[in-house]
């Protein structure tokens, strides 16, 4: 389902496996134990890199699963539960007190593109891949989470409408140049993950607090860490 | 340290020496008496042009003071965090167009206090903006962080400035949407642009007071934060 290994500095969190790699409650549990697993062992230059294997970066929530409780009641419950119990990943990724870097190996989609967006860094393929937030084609309103994340990061509303509004499927060189992500030069998942190391290396050269780090990105988001309960003034003893 | 002058309807304020014109509480309150001169001299058409002399703008506050207390020194950085918000305040306040022309580097209070001006033009040869309290392990002041949000749109620009680390020169910055232009290769070329710039927005002979209400409705959080209250509702020329 997903694996944490460390190479050196860089801790990769890696979405295994061929398939969507959905989020149903087992997996976003699992996430957020390996996210918690990197902070307790986190120290000076650590870096988190997040990956896939296969065509999907993420899909989103595993939807079918929702389905699947007989009737609309369940099923809305079902939904609902995995909205509230996401919340946690995407806190707990803006609370790392590491730099991280999504590294799209494929499309990232609705809850699969937010955790690819709760990182530092969003690097994509050029060739293939596409970001899509699919709520407005399937007709679910957006979690409240979800569109102040894509306020905090995304800076024009022409990009932001982009996004939640039109139902695009939105490839590597046009999510540049709507500053939602970092780089698509790349024409395989091996040379994104490539990149994302050679940036995961440099970063982590640098030897930062990572209490240090934590407390300057979340002072970037004061709004969304009020929705996510995310405490966001940390103080931290400076090297004076 | 610092000097006001005034030519024509342009207040020209500079931070004087060759030094690294670094905040410690007298700078501060002599930039603050200062900018509370122009403010009290303001007249329709007024603006204000920031800049100084010789490598740096601003390297920002004076930690070298805050040492020198020993176990004192949190308490210091406290002090200047606290009084230089009051400075970040009367810019914002100012009934005026101000603009900073970079002769030089900008780092953390520094590059804050540049960014606090409507205008920001730097060097495209020397000079670079650069946040330097993630490699020196300090926190960024709230007032910091909400400066930066109202003033840099993009979030890659945002985290470029605070979390990266990066000395950013004259055509990135402008590039990413921080400063507006890095088109000259002196400080002479920055200020006389500025000037140019400065002579402009003074002849439309704009009302102060309505020009700091409307700049003031741009930034309600910082303002907030800032304790800067929104309206002053002036007679318009209807």
Not at chain 2, 15 to 37: K, M, N, W
Not at chain 2, 116 to 129: P, T
Not at chain 2, 140 to 165: C, H, Q, T
Request: proline share 3%; glycine share 10%.
């Amino acid at each position: 389902m997903c694996t944490l290994e460390k190479r050196g500095d860089l801790f990769l969190l890696t979405l295994t496996g061929d398939g969507e790699h959905r989020f149903h409650p087992d997996t976003i549990a699992t996430i957020l134990s390996l996210l918690d697993q990197a902070k307790s062992q986190s120290k000076r230059g650590s870096v988190l890199i997040t990956t896939g294997h296969g065509k999907f970066f993420s899909n989103g929530f595993d939807l079918a699963w929702a389905q699947t409780a007989g009737s609309k009641t369940g099923a809305a419950n079902r939904l609902h539960q995995m909205v509230e119990s996401f919340k946690p990943v995407v806190a707990a990724l803006l609370d790392l007190p590491m730099p991280t870097i999504a590294a799209l190996n494929g499309h990232a989609a609705a809850a699969g593109l937010i955790l690819a967006l709760s990182h530092d860094y969003v690097f994509m393929r050029k060739d293939r891949g596409v970001l899509y937030m699919s709520e407005v084609d399937i007709g679910l309103s957006m979690p409240e989470y979800f569109s102040a994340l894509v306020r905090a990061k995304i800076g024009t509303s022409a990009a932001r409408r982009e996004l939640l509004l039109s139902g695009k499927k939105i490839r590597g060189e046009e999510a540049v140049g709507l500053g939602i992500v970092d780089a698509a030069g790349y024409d395989s998942a091996e040379s994104v993950v490539e990149a994302t190391v050679r940036l995961g290396e440099k970063l982590a050269a640098k030897k930062w607090s990572g209490e240090v780090y934590a407390s300057i990105r979340k002072s970037l988001y004061p709004e969304l860490c009020g929705i996510l309960g995310v405490e966001a003034r940390v103080f931290a003893t400076p090297k004076l | 340290m610092c000097t006001l002058e005034k030519r024509g309807d342009l207040f020209l304020l500079t931070l004087t020496g060759d030094d690294e014109h670094r905040f410690h509480p007298d700078t501060i309150a002599s930039v603050l008496s200062l900018l509370q001169q122009a403010k009290s001299q303001s007249t329709k058409g007024s603006v204000l042009i920031t800049t100084g002399h010789g490598k740096f703008f601003s390297n920002g506050f004076d930690l070298a003071w805050a040492q020198s207390a020993g176990s004192g020194a949190i308490e210091r950085m406290h002090q200047m965090v606290k009084s230089f918000k009051t400075v970040i305040a009367a810019l914002l306040d100012l009934p005026m167009p101000t603009i900073a022309a970079l002769n030089g580097h900008a780092a953390a209070s520094g590059l804050m206090f540049a960014l606090s001006h409507d205008y920001v033009f730097m060097r495209k040869d020397r000079g670079v903006l650069y946040m330097s309290e993630l490699d020196i392990g300090l926190p960024v002041p709230d007032y910091f962080s909400e400066l930066v949000v109202a003033k840099v749109g993009s979030g890659i620009a945002r985290r470029e400035l605070l979390l990266s680390g990066k000395k950013l020169k004259g055509e990135e910055a402008v590039a990413l949407g921080i400063v507006d232009s890095a088109a000259h290769d002196s400080a002479a070329g920055v200020v006389e642009e500025t000037v140019n710039l400065g002579e402009r927005l003074a002849a439309k002979k704009w009302n102060g007071e309505v020009y700091v209400s409307i700049r003031k409705s741009l930034y309600p959080e910082l303002c907030r934060m800032l304790n800067l209250t929104g309206n002053n509702l002036a007679s318009h020329n209807l």
